[in-house]
Nanobody
Framework: QVQLVESGGGLVQPGGSLRLSCAASGINFRIYDMAWYRQAPGKQRELVAEITSGGRPTYADSAKGRFTISRDNAKKTVYLQMTSLKPEDTAVYYC??????????????WGQGTQVTVSS
């Protein structure tokens, strides 16, 4: 059974940093794009950053220059390094991944989320 498990969230002061990790398990096929989304209270879930299997990243405007997405394919893990955090970055952060199947299709999976709170 495929599982995505996030870790690294917590409480941080404005201007601080956090590193989120998302480890995938139960996978027998290729992991394609991996991504981080976030959802703040009362708002829709939004894409923060994504990265291809070859390591090419893209970022939401709100993340550019402050966040860095990376992945370790051998460890089946994706990371999100967040710096210069702002109160508006407060949200539940979710890991997302497209994973191949035996039928040469892909299935999309979500992690359970990790809370990031930026507050003094």
């Amino acid at each position: 059974q495929v599982q995505l498990v996030e870790s690294g969230g917590g409480l941080v002061q404005p201007g601080g940093s956090l590193r989120l990790s998302c480890a995938a398990s139960g996978i027998n096929f290729r992991i394609y794009d991996m991504a981080w989304y976030r959802q703040a209270p009362g708002k829709q879930r939004e894409l923060v950053a994504e990265i291809t299997s070859g390591g090419r990243p893209t970022y939401a405007d709100s993340a550019k220059g402050r966040f860095t997405i990376s992945r370790d394919n051998a460890k089946k893990t994706v990371y999100l390094q967040m710096t210069s955090l702002k109160p508006e970055d407060t949200a539940v952060y979710y890991c997302n991944a497209d994973i191949g199947t035996a039928r040469l299709t892909t299935n999309n999976y979500w992690g359970q989320g990790t809370q990031v709170t930026v507050s003094s």
